[in-house]
């Protein structure tokens, strides 16, 4: 029968799991708990957290105010030049002249 386990329950398993020096096949026979599933939340738990924001398809923004204002400043005048690579050898351009 499957158990239920809250996803603080799994991360207690995986942090024990590490401190016991069992490996984790050796452990999950010791606590009765399906390798597969135990492999599946020990991933999702030591995933970096931006590495879920960047594959969730949200939105970012790049504040270019900084890259406007260091090429001004650097002398090459009030204008700018920005290339947006966007794959598949789209670009996108935006120019502006002093």
Known sequence: MRK????EQWQA????QRDSGLSATQF??????G????????????????ADSAGSGEAGF????????????????????IVLSLGNGVELRLSQNG
């Open 4 to 7: 239920y386990r809250p996803q």
């Open 62 to 81: 790049l504040d270019l105010s900084s890259l406007i204002g260091a090429s001004s400043s650097a002398g090459s005048g009030p204008g700018w030049n």
């Open 28 to 33: 999950c026979k010791q606590e009765d708990i």
């Open 13 to 16: 398993l995986v942090d024990q």
């Open 35 to 50: 390798y597969a599933s135990f492999c599946r939340w020990r991933k999702r738990l030591t995933e970096e957290p931006a």
